[in-house]
T-cell receptor, first 114, second 115 residues
Framework: AQSVAQPEDQVNVAEGNPLTVKCTYS??????LFWYVQYPNRGLQFLLK??????LVKGSYGFEAEFNKSQTSFHLKKPSALVSDSALYFC????????????FGTGTRLKVLA | EAQVTQNPRYLITVTGKKLTVTCSQNMNHEYMSWYRQDPGLGLRQIYYSMNVEVTDKGDVPEGYKVSRKEKRNFPLILESPSPNQTSLYFCASSPRGAERDYEQYFGPGTRLTVT
């Protein structure tokens, strides 16, 4: 069975510092991996995805994520955090057997301090 | 404007009273999905649809029904709501085709309270 783990409920980082939000996964076969962001009182927005190809994936708002097959991780990163990055971040994995089944993590709240 | 709409946005109801949450998308997307969001549990997929008249169960389908009679609409039906279905519900859609069918577009959410 597929699963996704986000080990940190909350991450605090100072504005201007690099940020990392962690995600590990378990899936049989090749994973399709995603990051979504939920700003306060708003819906979810797609940030980036890894389907195949380069292990370093670039997405919206300056975010990137690195796919590491040996560590089964897909951590979200940004070189310099902004206060406006404060939000709830979800990692997700999609079934790669031709279905549309998604498994989301429990979410990590990012707080960027001015 | 390209969007996913949900109605109602807020609903308070009583146990056992049937309700429907509508979802509509104007992007001609093939894939649609329903999720519920609960604190500490993240998002969990309830049902999904890969085409008209094609639906399948996600992780938490018990107590819910869906239908996909038209491409743009994917209503979520609670035949006999119970308090444990109190949650924030999201509808999402995505296109089919090469790289495009991996990005989900989410609706604004429906906050449901069952007393």
């Amino acid at each position: 069975a597929q699963s996704v783990a986000q080990p940190e409920d909350q991450v605090n980082v100072a504005e201007g510092n690099p940020l990392t939000v962690k995600c590990t996964y378990s899936v049989s076969g090749n994973p399709y991996l995603f990051w979504y962001v939920q700003y306060p009182n708003r819906g979810l927005q797609f940030l980036l995805k890894y389907i195949t190809g380069d292990n370093l994936v670039k997405g919206s708002y300056g975010f990137e994520a690195e796919f590491n097959k040996s560590q089964t991780s897909f951590h979200l990163k940004k070189p310099s955090a902004l206060v406006s990055d404060s939000a709830l971040y979800f990692c997700a994995v999609r079934d790669n057997s031709g279905t549309y089944k998604y498994i989301f993590g429990t979410g990590t709240r990012l707080k960027v301090l001015a | 404007e390209a969007q996913v709409t949900q109605n109602p946005r807020y609903l308070i109801t009583v146990t056992g009273k049937k309700l429907t949450v509508t979802c509509s998308q104007n992007m001609n997307h093939e894939y649609m999905s329903w999720y519920r969001q609960d604190p500490g549990l993240g998002l969990r997929q309830i049902y999904y649809s890969m085409n008209v008249e094609v639906t399948d169960k996600g992780d938490v389908p018990e107590g819910y029904k869906v239908s996909r009679k038209e491409k743009r609409n994917f209503p979520l039906i609670l035949e006999s709501p119970s308090p444990n279905q109190t949650s924030l519900y999201f509808c999402a859609s995505s296109p089919r085709g090469a790289e495009r069918d991996y990005e989900q577009y989410f609706g604004p959410g429906t906050r449901l309270t069952v007393t």
